[in-house]
């Protein structure tokens, strides 16, 4: 079974940092690029970044840019983020996925609280 298990998230002061990971299992995830999403209480899904297997870095978001960054560790079949300067708008539910060769963001993860306090 293919599993994406996130962990990492919790609560934290505004400009505080939190570091979420990524563990899969039941695939290689090595040749797929990687991704975070969040989502908060009445948003839609936003695309938080992404990591392809190349090590290139992407960052749709603009909210993020230059606070969050994204890593991989292919030897422990894991991914992560860290967020830094976290403010008040960064809670959400955060989401891990892989992108396939064939198929986009195929697998999900079941997500995990970040709540940031003022």
């Known amino acids: 079974q293919v599993q994406l298990v996130e962990s990492g998230g919790g609560l934290v002061q505004a400009g505080g940092s939190l570091r979420l990971s990524c563990a899969a299992s039941g695939r290689t995830f090595s040749s797929d690029t990687m991704g975070w999403f969040r989502q908060a209480p009445g948003e839609e899904r936003e695309f938080v970044a992404a990591i392809t297997t190349s090590g290139s870095r992407l960052f749709p978001s603009d909210s993020v840019k230059g606070r969050f960054t994204i890593s991989r560790d292919n030897a422990k079949n894991t991914v992560y983020l860290q967020m830094n300067s976290l403010k008040p708008e960064d809670t959400a539910v955060y989401y891990c996925?892989?992108?396939?060769?064939?198929?986009?963001?195929?697998?999900w993860g079941q997500g995990t609280q970040v709540t940031v306090s003022s």
């Open positions: 996925a892989a992108d396939t060769a064939t198929t986009t963001w195929i697998y």
